[in-house]
């Protein structure tokens, strides 16, 4: 612990009458002083991207601004954040795509460069925008982005945000692609459509394609950065998930970037946009966002475990589709918040894209008369970007209702919060078998074929869902370990009791995979094996059928070393001090019907007990970050009952921040609870608030507060006290009603914000 957080602990023990909370700006805090909302910009805990001038409507008083573009009108804008905002200015801009025509029509190197556009099969175009194509990244490409940047570097950024890095996994058929096949294959072009073979190849092109323009250009700009400045500088990728590129058809670097020193972290870019994205479960096609944001952010929690690199998990309370309406918009951003809350591998958050759209955009943008944000959802969401600041909380569990309801001491509750060591592997090759031909060779002909999915099943990727679903639906929260990683990382499946395997959506890149696999069982770990051996991806030109020793798919050399048959049927096996389950089915098969999913689970229960465990399947989930629950209650789960808390709590996403006493968490609905039982913060306290509170000043007659916020706001705080004040003054003028509760001594005020403020609580 640092002197400075000590001799800040001492004065809070002895009671000086002057105290300034802002001492407390560490980055591990203790309990006791839950929940800090006084942090230091340093932390760099929050973000937000925009782009072009300031504006105080949306400047969201996060630790970090980036700025978006990379030409030169960006300084400007650079300039006005650096000086109004008092926050820390970045640099965000596209790496696949940009307003970067000046390179493609040849004016910065005298060399037309439109044929680095990705081209679909037809010969056309795919555009991002008007005169914006998606790029396959030549080196030429990379060389005029660098010197983009440079510009910026030189205007003092120290930290820039590459945003997805996509190749279409329809694409390849533009000229550029065509030459680097030459190069990187060193062969003559194959059509990516024409076969299984070519169109996995040409995923993987794409993905090293990438993968060397990252570490060219954050290579060049760091060493740039350094040798003039001797400045060091920090390259984040802004990508989607892993899953969410697979579902709508890209390519992107993903995992293989861990292997660039040069990259020191990512944003999680997971929204309401890419967790809506429908899919089959029981049969039935819907929008499953909470659950398929609890799979995208653990997709990102999964990328960087154990590596030190930092990510960002993005929440947006619009999205980039104009025609809905506010109360769509709060239901989906509620769903993906939470989800990410839940995942708490990470601290860090970017609290909106494009702030501009939430605060002055009207929606639904097709109605006649659409309507900017409703004042008690900027309320709320400007409570939430700044509660995001305190979720470094190293209180952290899943927990059963009961922990929290009715028991005296929560120890004696025998059930766990929920069973943990589930893993289902996924790897960057599930993005390598997302076009032409696929549909058309691994398609079922009958709806009903167990061994083959559907085209609409391909479509969805219900393959991986047909083995995760079932279970987050139970309350299972079920991981997406990185297959890619376990070669990469010593012990990193160390945590996981059961896994669960499938090479009928993507391949492993290694046969040492497999050896780490059959290591893991063999020291006493369940591999649930859900393969059909049908997948026509098996004959693409890969390790596995290229030795002496060839094989007709890859799970056919795990098998064999884990003492099977490449035909082994289904049943359980012993293996070391572990078991193996080898299922023959296709895993969309398990997303069908409530009968297969049962299946499923059943499957999946078996191997739990193989290792001394019990499967708990419930309606909801719950978890503890500190002094705060997270909550979601699910459809079409195994009951339709609600979820119900008794204590004391605030809800978050109530404007009105009132207290309640019992909380009930409908199906389908979500909730994160300030646990005021769990609140040790010394009086006075901020306990929530739509401020960026900046200095809590205390003497013998008043408390100031130091806050500033986003403007045209109602802005809401809730502080503890430890007796009713008299009076609360903004800016020296009492405010006409505050309101005390004297259950929990906390004083609620709200008042409409110009930027900042000075509060003044008169005892």
């Known amino acids: 612990m640092s002197k400075k957080t000590l001799i800040s602990l001492a004065f809070a023990i002895v009671g000086l009458a002057v105290l300034s909370h802002s001492t407390f700006c560490q980055e591990n805090q203790s309990t006791t002083i839950a929940p800090n909302l006084i942090t230091d910009r340093s932390l760099e805990r929050t973000s937000f991207q925009q782009v072009g001038n300031y504006d105080p409507r949306y400047d969201l008083k996060t630790d970090v601004v980036m700025v978006y573009g990379a030409g030169d009108d960006v300084i400007d804008a650079i300039a006005g954040w650096r000086e109004k905002s008092g926050s820390k200015v970045a640099i965000m801009t596209g790496i696949a795509w940009g307003g970067y025509e000046e390179y493609l029509d040849g ?48 205007a003092g950024i120290d930290e820039i945000y590459l945003e997805e890095p996509e190749f279409w996994a329809f694409t390849g058929f533009g000229e550029s692609f065509k030459r680097e096949w030459k190069i990187y294959y060193d062969e003559d072009w194959i059509r990516p459509d024409s076969t299984c073979d070519a169109q996995y190849r040409a995923s993987k092109l794409k993905q090293a394609l990438y993968r ?59 929204w309401t946009g890419t967790s809506r994205f429908g899919n089959f479960y029981n049969g039935v096609f819907a929008e499953r966002t909470f659950e398929m944001g609890m799979l995208e952010y653990g997709c990102m929690q999964e990328l960087t475990r154990g590596t030190g690199k930092r990510v960002y998990y993005l929440n947006d309370p619009v999205e980039d589709d104009p025609k809905h309406d506010w109360n769509d918009y709060r239901t989906n951003y509620l769903c993906t918040l939470v989800a990410s809350l839940m995942r708490s591998g990470s601290h860090y958050y970017e609290v909106a894209p ?33 509660q995001l600041r305190d979720m470094d909380q190293p209180d952290v569990e899943w927990l059963d209702a ?55 099943e391909i479509n969805s990727l219900n393959d991986y869902l047909g083995l995760t679903l079932p279970l987050i639906k139970r309350g299972v929260p079920v991981d997406s370990p990185i297959l890619d990683n376990i070669i990469r990382f010593p012990g990193y499946l160390d945590q996981y009791k059961v896994l669960v395997l499938s090479y009928d959506f993507q391949k492993p890149y290694s046969s040492g995979q497999h050896a780490v696999l059959a290591d893991w069982v063999a020291r006493g770990g369940a591999l649930v094996f859900v393969d059909s051996r049908l997948d026509p991806y098996n004959q693409a030109k890969d390790w596995w059928n290229s030795s002496a020793h060839a094989f007709d798919t890859p799970g056919d050399h795990l098998l064999q070393l884990l003492g099977l048959k490449p035909d082994q049927p289904s049943g359980k096996y012993q293996y070391g001090k572990g078991v193996v389950f080898v299922e023959r089915k296709r895993p969309s098969y398990f997303s069908r019907s409530e009968q297969a999913a049962d299946e499923y689970r059943k499957l999946i229960a078996n191997a739990l007990e193989s290792v001394g465990l019990k499967m708990i399947e ?94 045209e706001i109602d802005a809401a705080t809730l502080m503890k006290l430890r007796a009713q004040p008299k009076c609360v003054k903004i800016d020296g003028k009492p405010l006409e009603s505050f309101r005390w509760d004297a259950a929990s001594d906390t004083l609620f005020f709200k008042f409409r914000s110009s930027g900042a403020a000075t509060i003044t609580i008169e005892k």
């Open 618 to 711: 419930r309606n909801y989930f719950l978890k503890r970050r500190g002094p705060y629950l997270l909550a979601a209650t699910m459809t079409e789960s195994n009951s339709d009952e609600p979820l119900k808390l008794k204590g004391q709590f605030v809800n978050l996403f109530d404007p009105e921040l009132k207290l309640q006493t019992n909380v009930e968490i409908k199906t389908n609905e979500r909730a994160w609870l300030l646990d005021l039982n769990r609140v040790t913060a010394p009086a006075p306290a901020a306990l929530a608030s739509s401020c960026r509170i900046e200095e809590i000043i205390e003497t013998a007659t008043e408390i100031t507060i130091k806050a500033v916020s986003t403007s």
């Open 107 to 154: 004016k910065f190197d005298g060399v037309d460069h439109w044929d680095d556009a990705q081209v679909r099969a037809d010969d056309s175009q795919m555009l991002h925008g008007p005169r914006v194509p998606y790029l396959s990244p030549s080196v030429a490409f990379t060389n005029y982005l660098e010197f983009r940047l440079r510009k910026l570097v030189d």
């Open 354 to 386: 494009w702030p501009w759209r939430i605060f002055l955009g009207a929606y639904p943008a097709n109605d006649p008369n659409p309507t900017t944000i409703p004042n008690d959802y900027a309320t709320t969401l400007t409570l939430v970007f700044n």
């Open 402 to 456: 009961a922990q929290i309801n009715g028991a005296s001491d929560p120890r004696s509750v025998q059930t766990p919060g929920a069973t943990e060591g589930i893993g289902v592997l996924l790897a960057d090759s599930a993005m390598y078998q997302r076009a032409n031909p696929t549909s058309r060779d691994s398609a079922a002909q009958e709806p009903s074929d167990p061994l083959r999915p559907t085209a609409n």
């Open 212 to 270: 060397r323009a990252l570490d060219r250009v954050a290579t060049g700009l760091k060493e740039y950065s350094l040798k003039r400045y001797n400045r060091s500088l920090k390259i984040y990728v802004a990508t989607h998930s892993l899953l969410s590129y697979a579902q709508i058809q890209m390519v992107s670097p993903e995992a293989s970037l861990l292997d660039l020193p040069a990259i020191d972290g990512f944003i999680a870019q997971i």
